[in-house]
């Protein structure tokens, strides 16, 4: 009898044995597939690399290295594989190898989810199983397992288990309980269970467990840090309750509170709607009590915080764009309840909320915004709202339609427009609300209306005939006069709508020189300097003539000494300018390169090094002025003769003799010695930026990262370590000079962060400087992390200083079991 007569024999005798199984056995150590019973709703495949012997008396099927069995969602690969036909079941083991070192353990996929174990028994009618020395992971977490038995509705139940988020074979740490229930996408529930880090039992005890494991958002407690301060009491910190709104929105609750009566309460917010906007809202209001109540060092402070981002997507609307960053609140704020460096150091916040649409197929735009600016050193509170502007693009009015040969100069006459309105408040924080603020709000119109047009002359000179006219619009004007009686300038705020005009004519030329000298040395190949001379010519009349009705003369004193003011100099837009000018400026920019051998790269031969990126010197002599025609000359420089150094200078130098009261003269510098003039004001500063040579570029996105996590790490970089970078270290220098008379002022400030790794897990950051001014080691902190793989430790020590404190914190990295960490805070109100 041949083989595939023997084959043809055998395939009958299965199917008159059993219903269950439908196959075409081909040869040994090929691909099988069976056909399911009747009671299996699809087919059941299978194959094994190694051999598949089909057991006839007992409906088996053995496969043997390398085996897979796939029905419907489900899939299960093991190194031995055992179908039974009788039950409809499928076994799978590991096998030892010659050395005794089990090999191939099952690993068993349904749906998304996989589970590794060292055997498995599972019923595919009723879906039920049992699964032995089990390991599977959910969401964030790793379940761990004895034994786990698998219910027909997905729910499982595990025997002495363990619940992590270490992803080792043996984690570092876990939650360990004698039973558990998963229901997947749901919820784990268990009952007693203890903390055990490296394998050590703690003390830790929890009557039960039950840890969400929702694919979805949902509401939930925040657990809050612990500690004692010395001067606030005992207290609980970011406690409280996250609420999840909906899919677009969330909502926490969170509040600190001390023994002592100090606390603080926030809200924050983050929303999002696909291909709409996206955004995030907070509100933190503080009362801080520091000292003893009825001495002199008590201090109760009361602060607010308003934070609001708001992007629009570009694909929600073409024309129309919504956005806000609002960063508002108390001067003291940040001061008093912040741990960040970057917050503690800024003195200056500033928010827009603006709105803007542009016409379709038209020039034109509108511009509505809120404006916020504030210092918290001196408390000074800028507002402009609303803030409204409207304008026109460049347009050319006297350009053919439909043009033909050459372009006429009149074609080339260009004009845009620009309306602006605002209201503006200026004032201190304290005085920010009261009625007598708004009463000083300041508010105008403005109009600008620029005319201009280019032409070449002899080729390489650009000429550019300018005009511009701006008109600003007053409610009001202030009127000065001298009381007799009580002896000082009195004002009166008259009403009426008024219009101020001011224009000015220019004509300017430019063009550019180039220089090239070429070197016959290996290493440096030509020096080449680029020089971009303008000349312009500025007039403008005298608008403080009495034909133009916008000044006015009053007396100052007894003695009847008169000074000329202007109506609208208190403007929200001031006033037209005063004094006829005829301004003739020159303005010469200068770029030097110098073109070298590069001698670390075997494919470019040269490289380009910029001596001087920009050197530019400016000045202008006015032929209107009665006196001290010549302004000052100033020059600025930008240069980078050493990679990633940064060096920029300005200055300004004055060419007038000075008297010895310190009050300039007319007679020029250079008339009695070789000088140029004076230096009055000069600036300096040098800012060197290292990295390691390999890693020279930012921070790249990590791997298997999210879309929503890199979002998250962009906007708490301050939280992310990368420990791609090895090292960086940033300096930055400042000098500033001034001499306007008689009197010098030198500042300087030295300031270096940078950021070191030490090995693969340990990495420290460090910030510190000089204050030259104060003689005194400036704002200094010290950052050391460690990664312990499913753990992570940071310590942040502030040695001295107003901020004095230090912060240890231990905490699982996984933000499911976020709330699993060991705290020690000593702040700065406690030294």
Not at 457 to 463: G, M, T
């Amino acid at each position: 009898m041949s083989e595939k007569s023997i084959h043809s024999l055998l395939l009958s005798l299965i199917l008159w044995c059993s219903t269950a199984l439908s196959a075409v056995a081909q040869q040994v150590k090929q691909d099988t597939t069976a056909k399911a019973s009747a009671f299996l709703a699809s087919e059941v495949q299978y194959f094994a690399t190694d051999s598949s012997i089909i057991d006839l008396q007992g409906k088996k099927v053995l496969l043997y290295h390398q085996a897979q069995v796939n029905y419907e969602d489900i899939e299960l690969q093991a190194e031995h594989i055992i179908l039974n036909w009788n039950d409809n079941t499928v076994y799978a083991v590991g096998l030892p190898d010659s050395t005794g070192k089990i090999i191939g353990k099952p690993i068993f996929k349904e749906g998304d989810n996989t589970y590794h174990c060292e055997s498995i028994l599972y019923n595919f009618n009723s879906k039920k199983g049992k699964i032995k020395g089990m390991k599977t992971q959910d969401g964030e977490g790793y379940i761990h397992g004895d034994q786990l038995k698998k219910s027909a509705d997905n729910s499982m139940f595990v025997e002495q288990s363990k619940y992590t988020t270490c992803s080792a074979e043996e984690p570092h740490f876990y939650i360990g309980a004698k039973r558990l229930k998963i229901i997947p996408d749901n919820k784990i529930v268990s009952g007693p269970a203890n903390l055990v880090i490296a394998d050590i039992p703690t003390p830790l005890f929890i009557p039960f467990g039950f840890f969400p494991i929702q694919g979805k958002q949902s509401s939930g407690l925040i657990m809050p840090t612990y500690g004692h301060s010395t001067n606030r009491g005992y207290y609980l910190r970011n406690g409280g309750w996250y609420f999840s709104v909906n899919e677009h929105m969330d909502l926490a609750l969170k509040g600190d509170i001390y023994t002592l009566g100090s606390w603080k309460l926030k809200t924050q917010s983050a929303y999002k709607k696909r291909y709409a906007y996206s955004g995030n809202f907070s509100l933190s209001y503080s009362k801080n009590l520091l000292g003893e109540k009825g001495l002199s060092n008590f201090e109760d402070k009361r602060d607010f915080f308003i934070n609001w981002t708001h992007k629009q997507d570009p694909k929600a609307h073409p024309n129309k764009r919504f956005s806000a960053k609002v960063n508002a609140g108390s001067s003291s704020f940040n001061k008093m309840n912040s741990y960040k460096s970057n917050d503690y150091l800024k003195n200056t916040l500033s928010s827009n909320v603006s709105y803007n649409y542009s016409w379709p197929d038209k020039p034109f735009n509108l511009s509505a915004n809120l404006r916020h600016n504030q210092n918290t050193l001196n408390n000074s509170v800028s507002l402009s709202l609303p803030d409204l502007a409207f304008s026109m693009n460049r347009i050319n009015p006297f350009e053919r339609k439909q043009a033909s040969g050459k372009q006429k100069w009149y074609e080339k006459i260009s004009m845009t427009y620009a309306a602006h309105a605002k209201n503006q408040i200026e004032t201190t924080d304290s005085l920010l609300f009261r009625r007598e603020t708004i009463d000083q709000m300041k508010y105008g119109i403005q109009h600008k209306i620029p005319i201009s047009s280019s032409f070449k002359l002899f080729k390489y000179i650009n000429v550019s005939p300018s005009a511009n006219y701006t008109e600003r619009w007053y409610f009001n004007r202030i009127e000065k006069s001298w009381n007799e009686e009580l002896l000082y300038v009195e004002k009166d705020t008259i009403g009426g709508m008024r219009a101020v005009r001011d224009f000015n004519t220019s004509f300017r030329l430019n063009t550019k020189i180039y220089g090239l000298y070429s070197f016959k040395s290996e290493k440096i190949k030509a020096i080449r300097h680029v020089i971009s001379p303008s000349l312009s010519f500025t007039y403008r009349p005298d608008f403080s003539e009495e034909k133009w009705g916008y000044y006015d003369w009053t007396t100052i004193d007894t003695l009847g000494n008169e000074q000329m003011y202007s109506y609208y100099n208190e403007g929200i837009y001031s006033t037209a300018p005063s004094g006829k000018s005829g301004n003739i400026s020159l303005s010469i920019d200068n770029n030097v390169e110098l073109k070298v051998r590069n001698l670390n790269d075997s494919i470019a031969e040269y490289k380009k090094i910029a001596l001087f990126k920009s050197l530019n010197f400016r000045g202008n002599y006015n032929l209107a002025a009665d006196s001290f025609k010549l302004s000052n000359l100033t020059f600025t420089g930008r240069t980078e003769l050493l990679p990633k150094m940064s060096i920029k200078f300005n200055g300004s130098i004055n060419p007038y003799q000075m008297d010895e009261n310190g009050y300039r003269i007319h007679k020029y510098a250079w008339k009695d010695q070789l000088s140029l003039g004076r230096i009055t004001n000069f600036s300096f500063s040098v800012n060197w930026s290292l990295k390691n040579s390999n890693n020279s570029k930012s921070v790249k996105r990590p791997q298997n990262t999210s879309e929503e996590q890199w979002n998250m790490i962009q906007d708490r970089s301050d939280d992310y370590v990368d420990f791609n970078v090895p090292w960086d270290i940033g300096l930055d220098y400042k000098y500033s000079y001034s001499k306007p008379g008689l009197e010098k002022t030198v500042r300087q400030t030295f300031n270096i962060r940078g950021n070191v790794r030490l090995t693969e897990k340990w990495k420290i950051g460090f910030h510190s400087g000089y204050d030259f001014d104060a003689k005194d080691i400036s704002y200094t902190s010290l950052d050391f992390y460690r990664d312990l793989h499913c753990w992570e430790m940071r310590f942040n020590w502030i040695p001295f200083g107003f901020h004095q404190s230090y912060n240890l914190s231990i905490n699982v990295k996984s933000s499911i079991l976020q709330d699993l960490k060991l705290n020690k805070r000593k702040s700065f109100y406690d030294f």
